[in-house]
């Protein structure tokens, strides 16, 4: 197991391998279940330094987080998309699909604006590698839309009559 850690002798930030099992492992129950979470506490845990330098390795891994987060945001809202163009082929409303009408057209639209213009920015942080203002930029843009599209999602689907 990796950990970053204040070196004892310098205080800088380093990567570390542990050497020996953790003090404490607590699994915790969370909302999502596809999303398991667990504290480690270490309390004197004998440690091998693998970098030095951790708050660059840090702040490597925080961009490359930041772009597997941006793609998974841009399935889910791809995901939800496809969810909501099918609901409105099926639902019926004055005698045709809501699908039909103009204003849930837009809507649909809109959507699939938001969900292109999010993957070709997950795609671009993802095909350079990650650099950190593209990551940040592909996460911030990829978290938009998926909200948007969630929301759009479910006034669509006539959410509006349970909120």
């Keep these: ?12 930030l380093g ?3 542990l050497t020996a099992a953790p ?4 699994v915790r129950s969370t909302l999502d279940r596809t999303r398991p979470l667990a504290e480690l506490t270490l309390d004197r845990t004998p440690a091998r330094l693998v970098s030095p330098d951790g ?18 945001q841009v399935g889910a809202a791809e995901r939800a ?5 099918r609901y409105a082929q099926d639902r019926v409303r004055f005698g045709r ?12 639209a809109d959507m699939r ?20 203002r593209l990551a940040a930029a592909a996460k911030s843009a990829c978290s938009q839309a998926f909200s948007y599209v969630a929301g759009e999602m479910i006034q669509l689907h006539g959410g509006i009559g349970i909120t």
């Design 97 to 108: 699909p809501i699908g039909s009408f103009q204003a849930v057209k837009h809507r649909l």
């Design 113 to 132: 604006t938001a969900v292109d213009t999010a993957r070709a920015l997950a795609r671009a942080a993802a095909a350079a590698g990650a650099p950190p």
């Design 15 to 17: 990567l570390f391998e």
């Design 55 to 72: 708050a660059a390795v840090l702040a490597r891994v925080r961009d490359l987080a930041c772009t597997a987060l941006a793609a998974e």
């Design 23 to 26: 003090a404490r492992f607590t």
């Design 81 to 85: 998309l496809e969810v909501t163009v």
């Design 1 to 12: 197991m990796l950990a970053f850690a204040r070196a004892a002798d310098t205080g800088r």
